[in-house]
């Protein structure tokens, strides 16, 4: 692979986004590595996303779909997308200037690499529910050090989701040899790739924040689903492959044991402060399966197997 000034696709999934996209490709097309083509998914909008003035940019290709998920918007970016080198960005997210800059660099001076990513800040809005633009200082290129963890991460991502989509860079070979995203998971299919290209892969960290991450209640993972994504991605991941890396590093049975009960927790909590009860009561109950003494799960059990009996008598 030539690597000197390879072309970057850079693929952007955007649902009735008019509100926010605007920022998003401009923190694209103002990056200061200019061999960028933009892929933007339009997943089946309503709102007039596809026509937004901002997509009229020649480095810009609207591509259409019906409404079916950002995994698959991003799988029908990768069927189209023409570079070496494959970046992602949401349409109410943002870059900081420098990012690609910063990450080609690393991937050309790096050859046993084949993902690199960095950190993110989260982007919350004002008490008036504005969303100020963010300072946005520069990346320098040249500054490649890294944070922890880096390297094989299989056993780390199954403690922390810690590649965050928007923050990665991938060389399109990673692609060609695990797949795409997995398009029956309606959330988590970022997690599952991560976890798959761990297993062929080495990934590193850069030690350097490169994008805003917008949070708002529309956000996919503000909103209550009945299934546990993350919980059953990590269960398929143990599986399929245990709880050792290609490095040999094998992950501490407790440790392991404690972000399965975190997992089921955080779901189930979720669905009993938003009165989905019987959900709740189901999540709790694999949490029990992760930590049978904690009494604060068993007061929550009992409450949302309470909640879920009433709620079937007032159906009937």
């Known amino acids: 692979m030539h690597l000197e000034n390879p072309l970057v696709s850079v693929i952007l999934p955007a649902y009735n986004a008019l509100a926010h996209i605007a920022q998003a490709v401009d923190s694209v097309l103002n990056q200061d590595y200019a061999n960028l083509e933009l892929l933007v998914i339009d997943d089946g909008s309503t709102d007039g996303t596809a026509d937004h003035p901002a997509l009229q940019d020649p480095r810009i290709r609207v591509l259409r779909q019906h409404n079916a998920g950002p995994g698959s918007a991003r799988n029908l970016g990768l069927t189209h997308a023409k570079g070496e080198l494959i970046a992602f960005i949401d349409a109410d997210d943002l870059w900081l200037p420098g990012k690609l800059s910063l990450q080609v660099a690393y991937l050309r001076d790096h050859p046993d690499i084949s993902i690199v990513f960095g950190g993110f800040q989260r982007w919350s809005a004002s008490p008036d529910k504005r969303f100020e633009v963010p300072p946005c200082p520069r990346i320098e290129s040249t500054s490649q ?3 922890h963890p880096s390297g094989w991460l ?3 991502l199954l403690l922390d989701s810690v590649v965050h989509i928007i923050t990665a860079m991938v060389r399109r070979s990673v692609f060609d040899t695990v797949g795409v995203f997995d398009t029956r998971l309606p959330t988590g299919e970022d997690y599952d790739f991560w976890l798959r290209a761990s297993r062929q892969f080495k990934m590193d960290q850069l030690a350097q924040t490169v994008a805003f991450y917008r949070i708002h209640d529309s956000s996919l993972t503000k909103v209550p689903r009945p299934e546990n994504n993350e919980y059953l991605v990590l269960q398929h991941a143990l599986a399929s492959w245990g709880s050792t890396g290609p490095d040999g590093r094998s992950v501490d049975a407790r440790a392991l044991q404690n972000r399965l009960f975190g997992i ?9 402060w938003t009165g989905r009860r019987r959900q709740a009561h189901i999540a ?3 949490a029990l399966h992760h930590s049978f003494w904690h009494p604060k799960v068993w007061v929550y059990w009992l409450l949302s197997a309470t ?4 709620s079937s008598l007032i159906r009937r």
């Open 307 to 310: 909640g879920a009996a009433i």
């Open 284 to 286: 709790f109950d694999q």
């Open 145 to 147: 050090a890294l944070a």
């Open 264 to 272: 089921c927790f955080g779901h189930a909590y979720l669905h009993f």
């Open 154 to 156: 299989y056993t780390d």
